[in-house]
């Protein structure tokens, strides 16, 4: 059964960071491509970031690049997202997403096949 489980939310002032984890189980971790998105209230989810099997390539949305980095650990079975310079717009469920094995990196939700139940970030101004 996988699992993946997030941490690292939680509230910040505008400028600020916050580091995000993901820990997966259930899956041979380096097999898979893993995402973050967030869920703004009244919005649809949106992609944040994508990292590949290796690591080697990483990629994200306008809105957040340069501010924000993923990264992983497959030793340890995680996945990261260093965010920096937080804005009030970045208020969020943030969501940790795996594809099917050997699946490839992607910004849509639907190339993901697992989710994690979230981890709520909030920004003030």
């Known amino acids: 059964q996988v699992q993946l489980v997030e941490s690292g939310g939680g509230l910040v002032q505008a400028g600020g960071s916050l580091r995000l984890s993901c820990a997966a189980s259930g899956l041979t971790f380096g097999r898979n491509a893993m995402g973050w998105f967030r869920q703004a209230p009244g919005k649809e989810r949106e992609f944040v970031a994508t990292i590949t099997m290796s690591g080697l390539s990483t990629y994200y949305a306008d809105s957040v690049k340069g501010r924000f980095t993923i990264s992983r650990d497959n030793a340890k079975n995680t996945v990261y997202l260093q965010m920096n310079s937080l804005k009030p717009e970045d208020t969020a469920v943030y969501y940790c997403?795996?594809?099917?094995?050997?699946?490839?990196?992607?910004?849509?939700?639907?190339?993901?096949?697992?989710w994690g139940q979230g981890t709520q970030v909030t920004v003030s101004s």
């Open positions: 997403a795996a594809t099917r094995t050997y699946g490839s990196s992607s910004r849509s939700q639907h190339e993901y096949s697992y």
